[in-house]
Nanobody, 130 residues
Framework: EVQLVESGGGLVQAGGSLRLSCAAS????????LGWFRQAPGKDREAVSC????????YYADSLKGRFTISSDIAKKTVYLQMDSLRPEDTAVYYC???????????????????????WGQGTQVTVSK
C-alpha cells in the first residue's frame, strides 16, 4: 500500500523559510506524480505544486511562483517543497499527494481540487507569524 509521510512543517516568522519533505513508499510503478496541496482554516483545499517525470514541475497558484519551489529525488521517491519569503496567508496544513494511475500531474491551468490524486499524507502544519 502506498504511504506518504510529510515532515518539515512548523512555526516561522513572516519572511522566513521552511522546507517540507514527503517520502513515498509502496509505489511500484515507474510513472507517478507527487504533489502538494494546502488547506487554510475556513478555506477550500488549494493545489500548490506537482512533479512527475512525464510532466516535470507544475505550479498551480500564481501567488506562489518565485517563492515556492518543488523538487524531487526520484530514486528515493521523495518530493520537497522549499518555501521562501513566507507570508501569514501561507499558514495552512500542507498535504502531500500521489497520482499513480497515469503518472502525470494535472495541467497548470486545470486547477486540480484533489480528486485527481490517489493517495494522501496526513498533513503537516505550517504557521507563519507576523
Amino acid at each position: 500500500e502506498v504511504q506518504l509521510v510529510e515532515s518539515g512543517g512548523g512555526l516561522v516568522q513572516a519572511g522566513g523559510s521552511l522546507r517540507l519533505s514527503c517520502a513515498a513508499s509502496g509505489i511500484t510503478f515507474d510513472d507517478y506524480a507527487l504533489g502538494w496541496f494546502r488547506q487554510a482554516p475556513g478555506k477550500d483545499r488549494e493545489a500548490v505544486s506537482c512533479f512527475s517525470k512525464r510532466t516535470g514541475t507544475i505550479y498551480y497558484a500564481d501567488s506562489l511562483k518565485g517563492r515556492f519551489t518543488i523538487s524531487s529525488d526520484i530514486a528515493k521517491k521523495t518530493v520537497y517543497l522549499q518555501m521562501d519569503s513566507l507570508r501569514p496567508e501561507d499558514t495552512a496544513v500542507y498535504y502531500c499527494t500521489a497520482e499513480v494511475t497515469i503518472g502525470e500531474c494535472p495541467p497548470a491551468d486545470y486547477r486540480p481540487k484533489g480528486a485527481e490524486f490517489d493517495y494522501w499524507g496526513q498533513g503537516t502544519q505550517v504557521t507563519v507569524s507576523k
